[in-house]
């Protein structure tokens, strides 16, 4: 089992570009999340998908969206690309069934010029 | 939203030397989880917390669910090198909506060979 993966894990890009940031996990998991992580913070979640068919914003989704585009992936697209979104964005996921516990990927690190 | 406090927010310490470190809120939290990080990869499940009073151990590892359900504590018995990381703590607030965690901005760990 690969867990969680995520991709790219680097990308640079200018202000105003798009694009999209995949994860899959093969855990069989219901639910799956988006953080973004900054320096000197801790974890912040943007959006996440409790469930296939089902998203929901989180602390932090201005300037994002998200699609569940099955059980397996849940990706997250920076529609016009800013600065502050210069980030390490990772994926999550967990089971459902009043497990808490989630298993995150190796990360996508993001800078916007 | 809920914020957890997280301390201390680094430590310096001599290998072979038990670390503590904590993580309170003003809330109750019915679920504690632990994550250790390490640089350029994504967070990974150290344990999982589900009842007050709650002890558990994973090899040097130990976390306890405080009483009050308000705080949780990690102790790392006879540190060797490879702990360096940053330990985050994260909680499933009570009243929170599916499975969403509110982590803490993490305790950096070096450990002094």
């Given at each position: ?113 | 939203g809920q914020q957890l406090n997280q ?15 904590n993580c309170t809120s003003s809330s109750i939290f019915n679920t504690w ?32 669910f405080g009483?009050t359900r308000k705080d949780s ?16 703590c994260a909680g499933h607030f009570s009243?929170a ?5 509110t982590f803490g ?9």
């Amino acid at each position: 089992n690969a867990g969680v993966t995520q991709t790219p894990k680097f990308q640079v890009l200018k202000t105003g570009q798009s694009m999209t940031l995949q994860c899959a996990q093969d855990m069989n998991h219901n639910s799956m999340y988006w953080y973004r992580q900054d320096p000197g913070m801790g974890l912040r979640l943007i959006y996440y998908s409790a469930s296939e068919g089902t998203t929901d914003k989180g602390e932090v989704p201005n300037g994002y969206n998200v699609s569940r585009l099955n059980k397996r992936e849940f990706s997250l697209r920076l529609e016009s690309a800013a600065p502050s979104q210069t980030s390490v964005y990772f994926c999550a996921s967990s089971s459902s069934g009043g497990s808490y516990e989630q298993y995150f990927g190796p990360g996508t690190r993001l800078t916007v010029t | 939203g809920q914020q957890l406090n997280q301390s201390p927010q680094s430590m310096f310490i001599q290998e072979g030397e038990d670390v503590s470190m904590n993580c309170t809120s003003s809330s109750i939290f019915n679920t504690w989880l632990w994550y250790k990080q390490d640089p350029g990869e994504g967070p990974v499940l150290l344990i999982a917390l589900y009842k007050a009073g709650e002890l558990t151990s994973n090899g040097r590892l130990t976390a306890q669910f405080g009483i009050t359900r308000k705080d949780s504590f990690l102790n790392i018995s006879a540190s060797i090198p490879s702990d360096v990381g940053i330990y985050f703590c994260a909680g499933h607030f009570s009243g929170a909506g599916s499975y969403q965690l509110t982590f803490g901005k993490g305790t950096k760990l070096s450990v002094i060979p």
